[in-house]
C-alpha cells in the first residue's frame, strides 16, 4: 500500500493528497501533501513491523521554499503556524489521525534542534517551484477575493465614475503588489472594464476610455 493510500484511510482525511516527498529512505521520511486546499507537512519518527508513525502539520508554501532554501531549520518550519497538530498511526489495517498541542508533543520525535535540509544549489529546484506556483496561486486568489469585496464597499460609498474609478485603482496598487501579468488578467474581468481599458507601460497604469 502506497503513502497515499495509508493517509486516505481515514473517513476525515479521504482527500489528503501526496504533493511532494523531499527526504526518503525504504520509504518517505519528510513530505507535503495537500487537502482541501491546505497544505501539510509529514515527518516519520518510526516504523516498525507492526506501525508507521508521523507528526504532521499545516503549514504555508513560504514556509517550505524558505525550508528548502536553507532558511529555516526542520523543526521550526514543523512547529511555526498553527497551535494544533497531528499524530498520525498505521497499524497495517487502520490509520488513525489526533490532534494535539505542539507543547504536547515529545521532544524525542521531533526533528532534532538546529538541523536544517542542508539542501545544495539546484538540489530542490522542481520543489521549490512547485511551491512557488502554489503561492503564487493563493495570492491571486486572496487578490481576487479583496477585489470583489471593495468593489461592493466601494459602490456603496462613491458613484463608480472614470475619475473614481482611477483613484479606485490606486486604492487597490497599495492594497497588493503583483505582478503585471496577473494584475491585467483580474482587472480585464471586471465591471468596468465595458467602459474603459488600462495600460501598464513602465510600472504605471493609465486608465483610457474604449472608442
Known sequence: MNIETILQNNDNYRNMKLQQILFESTYPVLFTCEMNNEAY???CYEVNEKSMNWIATQVDYKTLIDLLTNKITIRDSFLKGCEIKLMVSYDGKETKYCE?????ISEDILPTDGEYMDAEIGEFDE???YYKNKLNAIQIVKFSYNLEYIYKEYDKKIRPTKRNFIDFLKIVEMLRKIDSQNKKKLYTTNQYDVNYRYDYTNGNYTLKAKG
Open 100 to 104: 494535539v498541542k505542539k507543547e504536547d
Open 127 to 129: 520543489e521549490i517551484e
Open 41 to 43: 507537512m509529514f515527518i
